[in-house]
């Protein structure tokens, strides 16, 4: 079963999991931008507790629509930027998180 | 009592379009959607859903602040609340259930299974109430 893919014979599950999977490719555009641009940013509380909600929500949302690796990878980036929502992440941080949002990609294979 | 009238509280697109289908399609279930928790809160009273699901992380409102406002309205305070959550630590869950859910499921989660998920939980909860 290839990434995505979901035991149903719904058609109607199929197009929405076919909508998702269209857009879901700008959703992680959309962290790779937002990252590159937090980099230069100085740190700011709002930045950051929007983008771990964004983290968060596309998080639950891949692996519900059954991408579950892309999944997995957005939880390990989820859990390891939670405290710099409150703190100011080291240089190794932010290099841990540059590395982390980089492997950020669509399986569909 | 059969569970027929169940509300959703959810601020995520994708989620809420998934979960309509999931509980609407192939459960079977009538479905009132909110995107934010004031919208559960304005649709309580005329609504009177027998169950709430609720997200945990939503802007503005979260959760538990909705769950804490709905239990103020009439009829709120008996109506079960069953949580959506991708926070599932056991000492997390527990926190819910002092909130009084009476349930969690974690997201992410199987849309062809949530139907029954919800149900057993109905089910159980139905059945401890006696």
Redesign the interface.
Known sequence: MREGE???D?V??TE?LNK?SK?LESKIFQIHHDWEEMKILPWNKEIWEEFY?EV??L???????GF?DL?KML?EL?IFIKPYVQKEPSEEEYVKISGLVGKLQINRS | MALKNIMLVED?P??R??TS?ALE??GGFKLTVCSTGQQAIDKFESVCPQLILLDV?M?QMDGPMTLAKLKKLPGGEKTPVIFIT?KVQTHEIKEYQKLGAIGVIP??????TLSSDIQALWSKYINERG
């Open positions: 979901m035991h149903t719904s109607k599950l929405l998702f857009d909600r968060h929500t998080t639950g949302s891949t692996g519900t629509y579950k999944s939880q989820e | 995520e994708d989620i379009e998934i289908l399609e192939l992380m802007p991708a997201k992410p989660f199987d849309p062809i």
